[in-house]
């Protein structure tokens, strides 16, 4: 980088050991902050626009800060202008400034890019202003950037992990009271894989938002005979007496969320107790209720995951984040990552005709600044 900048300010990608498609329902999460990032190298320039460059590609973009409304369309830059408009609407001051970016986070893999970019610009924004970082807070405004400029009506889980993880831990977080517990990523002999399909998705046109409406519908039906404020809190034993009164589909898709909010809570006693078996067996059904009751998971996903678990090595697998595509993460004994990679590359590639890759990352922090 040629060029001098004031701050490098960067919000990380994030894995999602279990607890899936549940966040917008209230459930308790368990997701991870990794290494694969957004950074933002920002400095002030004296002006009123926002000026856009990428590490990665030729575009560069001007957002004009009076304007910031204006720029749902653009193919780069929308997320920032998104995060910078409710930055702004919760009465931040924007400075003006130019910010070149750099993504580490594969678009469109499951891996929370948006999130790690909403995040990082609005955290960008907040420093070159000499404002105190809250990184709860930093983390709601991204939110409403995903779901009010973006169109994705998502949950907490990933700008939250984005913005608040720690290195080496696990995060379950109450996604109904934003409490959040820190647990130590004890895996003993095994590691985590994370996969990509490699098949594109895209969560506006999937049907992210249909299955959430799903939930809700489900909701209001449920609370007409039971006082509950949401899906997460309802018991199994409540689902057992109620959910013949559902209609089919709707059933199905609060099986998930009830079933995945018990998987949750198993999970973080396998994990506290370093039962990975446990824990493997957790990811499968995971896997396997998202793809016969929620129904996001698809051809491609199902036959990197069946690749997977058919690995004696491999104690589990799951699809993760919003579904239709994208990342897989295994629990795999770490001293037989290579021949596992190597198995689940050339069956992937036989089922479906798509080349998965792998990424190595670690378990990271979410927001970092740091003065140039
Ligand atoms: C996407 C959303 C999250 C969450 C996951 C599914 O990543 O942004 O809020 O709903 O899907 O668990």
Not at 100 to 109: A, E, I, K, M
Not at 198 to 219: C, D, F, G, V, W
Request: glycine fraction near 8%; charge should be neutral.
């Amino acid at each position: 980088m040629k060029e001098k900048y004031d701050y490098k300010v960067t919000a990380a990608g994030r894995i999602n050991i279990i607890g899936e498609h549940i966040d917008y329902c209230g459930g308790k999460v368990m997701p991870a902050a990794i290494s694969l990032k957004n950074t933002v190298y920002v400095r002030p320039n004296g002006t009123n626009k926002i000026n856009l460059s990428w590490t990665t590609l030729p575009d560069s973009v001007s957002l004009d800060i009076d304007k910031l409304e204006s720029y749902k369309d653009l193919k780069y830059g929308n997320y920032q202008a998104g995060a910078a408009l409710m930055w702004q609407r919760a009465g931040h001051k924007i400075v003006g400034c130019d910010m070149l970016q750099d993504c580490t986070v594969p678009f469109g893999s499951g891996l929370s890019s948006s999130a790690a970019i909403e995040v990082s610009t609005i955290a960008a924004l907040a420093t070159i202003a000499s404002e105190k970082i809250d990184p709860v807070d930093i983390a709601l405004k991204a939110q409403q950037a995903e779901r009010e400029y973006a169109g994705v009506n998502c949950g907490i889980m990933d700008q939250y992990a984005s913005a608040c993880g720690k290195k080496d831990k696990v995060m379950l977080l109450d996604c109904n009271t934003l409490d959040c517990e820190y647990l130590p990523m004890r895996l003993g002999d095994y590691s985590l894989v994370i996969t990509n399909c490699n098949k594109p998705h895209n969560l506006i046109e999937s049907k992210y938002n249909e299955r959430r409406a799903e939930t809700e519908e489900a909701l209001k039906l449920i609370q007409q005979k039971l006082d509950i404020d949401c899906l997460a809190n309802l018991t199994l034993k409540q689902f057992k007496s109620f959910s013949s009164g559902l209609p089919r589909i709707l059933k199905k898709r609060v099986e998930h969320v009830v079933s995945e909010c018990e998987r949750v809570r198993v999970a973080t006693l396998a994990l506290k107790a370093g039962n990975m078996e446990m824990l493997g067996g957790l990811l499968n059904k995971s896997h396997a209720s998202l793809r016969d009751n929620f129904e996001v998971t698809g051809r491609e996903p199902d036959a990197l995951v069946a690749a997977a678990q058919s690995q004696p090595c491999c104690l589990g697998s799951r699809l993760i984040g919003g579904g239709f595509g994208g990342c897989t993460i295994s629990l795999v004994k770490t001293n037989c990552v290579d021949e596992f990679k190597e198995f689940v590359y050339k069956s992937y590639l036989q089922a479906t005709g798509y080349k998965a890759n792998f990424y190595e990352a670690e378990i990271s922090d979410g927001i970092t600044v740091e003065l140039l």
